[in-house]
Structure formats: structure tokens, C-alpha cells
């Protein structure tokens, strides 16, 4: 019964490589989010899908890739991986309430990806 | 530009009560949230404030004046499993959320 879902929760790679990462939300919200958070915990957004369409997307090297199949899914591809892509990555969802408010995000366990 | 400000750490004493402060700014302004983060946890939801006052929830409440752009979280009956970090969360639009940095808190016996 987990709310939000990750797919890999570790990720060990090399340098040049391209990785995916898989989320999955059975909460039926509307917006599913990505986030970064480096090695000092600060966390970021990155992008931002509602009902399937790109409605956030940060200064994000265009390597990254999200990619949102349907409502309960959004993926992260990453080409050309970089040392400075290692981080934890997380993703998120929320749901619009009464006069559009939008107050609490769910978050997944998290991505470790290590890029040597 | 948006911004928030919260001190990097903290500590406190089992049984004690710690306040968090946070400062922000932004263009925009929708409501203010805490998040807690264990080491090698995700963030979860404490609270969210969208109008002034103070909301409480068990040990733990949230004040929010959007008038000195400035809120806080306060813990009472400090618990050593409240050792975390805690992060306040600007939302800045219907859906957009800027988090600021963090502050770990710790405590001692």
C-alpha cells in the first residue's frame, strides 16, 4: 500500500552512462513532482507534471529528461551522466484542493545515485 | 528572486521546547510548510500554514505572519527521535514549492 514509489533506490554508475529512474503515485493525485537534493540537503525542484503535462521545469540541464506515460507515473531519464549529477533524487505528488489549494506533498524514498 | 532563510542548526535538550525560525521571499505567496527529514529518510509533512496565527498539531506547531514574511515551527516535549533535519517550503504558486535549506536539529539527553 506504499503511497509513492521508486525504482531503483540505489543507482551506481559510471560517468557518460544514461540511467533511468521510475516513480509511481496510488494516491490518484493530479501532479507529480521531481527533486534534487545534494550532499549539503538542499532540496530543489526540477520539474513539475499535472494531469500529464509539463508545468514546472527549473534551470535543469536539458540531459535530464522527464517523461509522465500517464497521471500515476513519472519518470526521470538522465543521458550523459556527470559526477555532479550524484545526489538523492525524489519525487513527490500532490493534489489540487478546494480554491486551488495545494498544500501537502507526498514524497517518495528517494533515488541514491552515485556517478563515478 | 525567492528566497527563504533558517538557521543551519540547532540543539536542544530531551523535554525541552525549540523554535525554528524561517524568513522568506517571494514574488508570490500561497502558504508556508514543514518537513521533516530523518538521515537516509524522505520528507514528510508537519504542517502548513495559509493565514496568520499559529496552527498546532500534538507537539508540534506552526506560526506563519505574512506580514514580516516570517514563521516558525515550534517542538515541545522534545523527543530524541525528533532529531532531524526540518525544512520550511515557500509555496510560491498553485503549484510550485521552493524549500529552503534545512535546519538540523539535535538533542542531547
Known amino acids: 500500500d506504499t503511497a509513492v514509489s521508486q525504482t531503483p533506490k540505489y543507482l551506481v554508475t559510471q560517468m557518460g552512462n544514461d540511467k533511468s529512474i521510475k516513480c509511481e503515485q496510488n494516491l490518484g493525485h493530479d501532479t507529480m513532482y521531481w527533486y534534487k537534493q545534494d550532499s549539503k540537503k538542499f532540496l530543489k525542484i526540477m520539474f513539475s507534471y499535472n494531469n500529464k503535462e509539463l508545468i514546472i521545469n527549473e534551470t535543469v540541464p536539458n540531459r535530464f529528461s522527464p517523461k509522465s506515460p500517464d497521471k500515476a507515473h513519472l519518470n526521470l531519464h538522465i543521458n550523459s551522466l556527470e559526477l555532479g549529477d550524484s545526489a538523492v533524487y525524489f519525487c513527490?505528488?500532490?493534489?489540487?484542493?478546494?480554491?486551488?489549494?495545494?498544500?501537502?506533498?507526498?514524497f517518495g524514498p528517494g533515488t541514491r545515485l552515485l556517478v563515478l | 528572486g525567492q528566497s527563504l532563510e533558517q538557521p543551519s542548526e540547532v540543539t536542544a535538550v530531551e523535554g525541552a521546547i525549540v523554535q525554528i525560525n524561517c524568513t522568506y521571499q517571494?514574488?508570490?505567496?500561497?502558504?508556508l510548510s514543514w518537513y521533516q527529514q530523518h538521515d537516509g529518510g524522505a520528507p514528510t509533512f508537519l504542517s502548513y500554514n495559509a493565514l496568520d496565527g499559529l496552527e498546532e498539531t500534538g507537539r508540534f506547531s506552526s506560526f506563519l505572519s505574512r506580514s514580516d514574511s516570517y514563521g516558525y515551527l515550534l517542538l515541545q516535549e522534545l523527543q530524541m527521535k525528533d532529531s532531524a533535519s526540518y525544512f520550511c517550503?515557500?509555496?510560491?504558486?498553485?503549484?510550485?514549492?521552493?524549500f529552503g535549506s534545512g535546519t538540523r536539529l539535535s538533542i542531547r539527553p
Open positions: 513527490a505528488s500532490s493534489q489540487e484542493l478546494a480554491g486551488g489549494r495545494r498544500e501537502t506533498q507526498y
Open positions: 517550503a515557500v509555496h510560491s504558486s498553485a503549484s510550485k514549492i521552493i
Open positions: 517571494t514574488s508570490g505567496f500561497y502558504g
